[in-house]
């Protein structure tokens, strides 16, 4: 997001300004659509604002979903390794 959506983002002049598609791209993703709905309710009183609404609570609503279901992943299982002596120990990075 951050070596992508910046710099297509458009914030710092205008999304309209940037060459093709990426003007357009940069506005799908949530650096953009930020910048776009500042600028809209600063600018022009929330006109426009809908369209970059509507792209941060989708983004918010698959980071949610993404969240929620890392969460009904069932826990990994302890890595057991054996130690040069031959007794088993807990692998580094295990809990």
Do not use: Y
Request: aromatic share 4%.
């Amino acid at each position: 997001m951050m070596l992508v959506g910046n710099p297509l983002s458009g914030a710092a002049t205008a999304p309209e300004m940037l060459p093709g598609w990426s003007g357009v791209v940069g506005r799908l993703l949530p650096s953009g659509a930020g910048g776009q709905l500042l600028r809209s309710t600063a600018f022009f009183d929330g006109r426009g604002a809908t369209h970059s609404v509507v792209v941060l609570v989708a983004w918010l609503t698959i980071g949610v979903v993404l969240c929620l279901a890392g969460g009904l992943r069932p826990p990994r299982a302890a890595t057991v390794a054996a130690s040069p002596r031959g007794k088993r120990v807990r692998a580094a990075g295990a809990s």
